[in-house]
Structure formats: structure tokens, C-alpha cells
């Protein structure tokens, strides 16, 4: 599985792509959630505002990157196998479970 991490981990012009719509995504969803806007009118102070956002903007950021980084793992070891059993390559982080 080691020398299947360098060919999953090289950058590519789909994988930028897929970086570029995920961040664009999560941005859009997020400006047009209600309850997000409900916490900013709710809260105490403009500094408790802003330590919410960026508490929430640093727990968000690990999640995804932990997600990602296990679902290259997760790809990385599928190609180390003799015959592939990823159906769906957007699953792959459930092959580890």
C-alpha cells in the first residue's frame, strides 16, 4: 500500500476541480442555512460571534480533512489489492469502516 500512496496523493486537474466545487459548495449551502444565521443574530456579542465562527470554521476545516485524507487512504489500499472492490470511488472512506 506505500507505493500506492504516491499515486493517489499527486495533484491533478480533477482533483483540483473536485477542491474548487467542494469549497464552493459548502460555502453556498452554508450562506443560505437558516440556522446558522440564527446563531449570528442570537448571539451574545459581536467577540462571542466571532469565537463561534472561527471555532466552528477550525472543527469544520479537520473534519474535512480528516474525511479526506481517510478516503485516500481508503483508495490507496484498494489499489494495493489484486482486484479492485471499490463500485463507488466516492465511498471509499467506507472501506475502512
Do not use: H
Request: aromatic share 12%; hydrophobic share 55%.
Amino acid at each position: 500500500a506505500e507505493g500506492k500512496w504516491g499515486e493517489v496523493a499527486t495533484w491533478s486537474d480533477k482533483g483540483f476541480e473536485s477542491l474548487v466545487t467542494l469549497i464552493l459548495a459548502v460555502v453556498a449551502a452554508e450562506m443560505f442555512n437558516m440556522g446558522s444565521w440564527q446563531r449570528v443574530y442570537a448571539a451574545e456579542s459581536v467577540a462571542a460571534l466571532r469565537k463561534g465562527c472561527a471555532l466552528g470554521a477550525v472543527l469544520i476545516f479537520l473534519t474535512m480533512f480528516l474525511f479526506g485524507l481517510s478516503g485516500m487512504l481508503a483508495e490507496a489500499q484498494d489499489r494495493s489489492r489484486p482486484e479492485s472492490t471499490l463500485v463507488i470511488k466516492a465511498l471509499a472512506f467506507f472501506d475502512l469502516l
